[in-house]
């Protein structure tokens, strides 16, 4: 048998040894619980026993973990598409940045009607209309 739980209030594992408030597993069970884990599931108490989540369709309020609703687990994974999202137009934006102020420094044409300073504005611009949408 294996127990899974905190002595100290904060940091969760699995145990050899009983102690208060531990919930009991088998050893089948916990092998099973670390292959999930392994897959990129997390591992947490959940109504008096041990289960393996998809944290987008979990969320921990109070320090208990709660089921959340396919819309509320719709709008959780939204929410972090769109974070991943603004930190990739962030990094492209710096990226641009840079190339403007190498096209300010030097500049010459990026085709016959256009400056590269003015090519990278509008690459600037349509990430920041993007940015501006999602937020």
Do not use: H
């Amino acid at each position: 048998m294996k127990y899974y739980g905190t002595k100290n209030n904060k940091d969760y594992g699995f145990y050899e040894e009983n102690f208060e408030n531990a919930i009991e597993i088998t050893d089948e069970y916990w092998l099973e619980l670390l292959r999930l884990q392994s897959k990129g599931k997390r591992i947490v108490p959940y109504n008096g026993n041990v289960i393996a989540i998809d944290e987008n369709e979990y969320t921990q309020e109070n320090g208990k973990w709660k089921k959340l609703s396919t819309e509320d687990a719709k709008i959780k994974q939204l929410n972090i598409q769109n974070a991943i999202k603004k930190e990739e137009i962030k990094i492209q934006l710096d990226e641009l940045d840079k190339k403007r102020i190498r096209a300010l420094a030097e500049p010459s044409l990026k085709d016959e009607e256009i400056t590269w300073l003015e090519y990278y504005n509008s690459q600037i611009n349509a990430l920041r209309n993007e940015l501006k949408a999602i937020s």
